[in-house]
């Protein structure tokens, strides 16, 4: 599966932002997709998944602000991302994988997009 992420950019703080993520064949055999982010220096960190099911699952930090959304029919996953504050500021780039678990421990294997950059400024 290749996916590819875009609606990244410039936006100020307590403004909004809507990525989206296009995945090159049919998105039901992916249980799981989400989305990570990972500023300057610091490590990848899943900011928001949503399963096969519409469950969905936020990082404390973006709970209230995020919201994920999936639509199988058009193999896409969307982050609509709202209140932005300057510290998130990082690439995002969205992740898919054949299991949950998959897709949140570090080192297991999924299908990985370009990022896109967001930067938020104060």
């Known amino acids: 599966v290749q996916l590819q992420a875009s609606g990244g950019g410039l936006a100020q703080a307590g403004g909004s932002l809507r990525l989206s993520c296009s995945a090159s064949e049919s998105l039901s055999g992916i249980y799981a997709m989400g989305w990570y982010h990972q500023a300057p220096g610091k490590l990848r960190e899943l900011v928001a998944h949503?399963?096969?099911?519409?469950?969905?699952n936020y990082a404390d930090s973006v709970k209230g602000r995020f919201t994920i959304s999936r639509d199988n029919a058009k193999n896409t996953i969307s982050l609509q991302m709202s209140n932005l504050k300057p510290e998130d500021t990082a690439i995002y780039y969205c992740a898919a994988a054949l299991s949950l678990g998959d897709l949140i421990i570090r080192g297991r294997d999924k299908y990985w997009g370009q990022g896109t950059l967001v930067t938020v400024s104060s």
């Open positions: 949503i399963t096969s099911s519409g469950s969905t």
